[in-house]
């Protein structure tokens, strides 16, 4: 600590300046970190809410309404092509789309941070078996997500039983199709 004080009674110089601003940056990173943290905190998509659904338009223009969700199972992530975490689980994520095609109570959809004719590139080599909606920013901050990928399961009553931010070595597709089990 006095060294960080004896830093203040030194004579303006370069090092001094220097000093000052990358503490005062190293501050403002710490405050932006808390507030960020803080905003996940009060995040309309902890479990045990109650997910308030709206209109939402997939990338080949169809139309998914609240009430064609309601009464059903909705596994959701919010993803964007840049974040490493995000893509490594979307081969996971769809086989377990993939496994429950033929079930039309459960029902996946992909909310992707990304442009539609960036998604639509991406995904030629990169399969991902849910709806994706693109553009998706304003409707994850809508939602308070501050974290990229978000994984929700949304059960039939629309109450989130299962919600992951980031992402914690294959644990999280794992997690989904065991809350999917027993739903």
Known sequence: MESFLNCFSKPITTMNIIKTTLLCSFMLLLELAASAQEKREKALVDSGNIFHFVDMRDINGNLIKPNELAGKTVVMNFWFIGCPPCVFELPMLSKIAEDYKDDKNKVFIAVSLDKPAEL??????????????ANGLPLANSYG???????????KEGIIVFNSYGYGVASVPGRIEDVLKTL
């Open 145 to 155: 997500i501050v974290t990229e990928p978000l994984n929700l399961v949304i059960n």
């Open 120 to 133: 639509k590139e991406f995904l030629k080599k990169h399969p991902f078996a849910y709806h994706l909606i």
